[in-house]
């Protein structure tokens, strides 16, 4: 167990629809990153926040958001869904040790979209 | 921008023996950090092994080491007396600092690594 939660675990929508994906990082650690694991792409980053700020996009869709509450929870956000965007969506957190900023990883909600 | 190449899509061991999974990067920084992940058929990420970029000593972690080439750019991870629990897709992965907190992994397309009895 990592310490970083994920949920809902599964879900399962339909294109069009609008889903919000939860994430608590590890106690202490200001950092969440969002990835998207999929058979075509691979694992991708998305977004990170830290304490609350955007600090880095990558590939991340128009339709995709995210944020960071004040608590440090944060919640991306998938909106017009489309076939293509069933994937496992992992979250991360950060914690400095000895310099390395190893990330921690949930255990990923996987989104089919039908 | 850079980019992580495993070029052995799937491997196989015996239980105890041992065994190297290859992977390169392309980058034109100095100053980054190496990770291997883990991800069994729960499909958790699991870190393995991390190495800084500026030590020339190669990292070990119990049965897990790595062989970093810096000027070749290689990042092989070794495995020694492999276990069934081993069984996963093994996943390399590169970090640089991208202004101030930022830092964002940049992973492989993976190697599936059987351990078979």
């Known amino acids: 167990d990592s310490g970083v939660t994920q949920t809902p675990k599964h879900l399962i929508t339909a294109t069009g629809q609008r889903v919000t994906l939860r994430c608590s990082p590890r106690?202490?650690?200001?950092?969440v990153y969002w990835y998207q694991q999929s058979l075509d792409q691979g694992l991708q980053f998305l977004i990170h926040?830290?304490?609350?700020?955007?600090?880095a996009k990558g590939n991340i869709l128009e339709r995709f958001s995210a944020q960071q509450f004040p608590d440090l929870h944060s919640e991306l956000n998938l909106s017009s869904l489309e076939l293509g965007d069933s994937a496992l969506y992992f979250c991360?957190?950060?914690?400095?040790?000895?310099?390395?900023?190893?990330?921690?990883f949930g255990p990923g909600t996987r989104l089919l979209v039908l | 921008a850079q980019t992580v190449t495993q070029s052995q899509p799937e491997m196989s061991v015996q239980e105890a023996e041992t065994v190297t999974l290859s992977c390169t990067y392309d980058?034109?920084?100095?100053?980054?950090?190496l990770f291997w992940y883990k991800q069994p058929p729960s499909r958790q990420m699991i870190l393995v092994i991390r190495?800084?970029?500026?030590?020339?000593q190669n990292a070990t972690e119990n049965r897990f080491s790595v062989n970093f080439q810096k000027a070749a750019k290689s990042f092989s991870l070794k495995i020694s007396d492999s276990q069934l629990g081993d069984t996963a897709m093994y996943f390399c992965?590169?970090?640089?600092?991208?202004?101030?907190?930022?830092?964002?992994?940049?992973f492989g397309s993976g190697t599936q690594l059987t351990v078979l009895p």
């Open positions: 926040y830290y304490n609350g700020e955007e600090r």
């Open positions: 991360a957190s950060s914690v400095s040790l000895t310099g390395i900023e190893t990330q921690y």
């Open positions: 992965a590169f970090m640089k600092r991208v202004g101030g907190s930022a830092r964002q992994l940049t």
């Open positions: 190495q800084e970029a500026y030590k020339q």
């Open positions: 980058t034109s920084e100095n100053n980054y950090y």
């Open positions: 106690s202490g650690d200001l950092s």
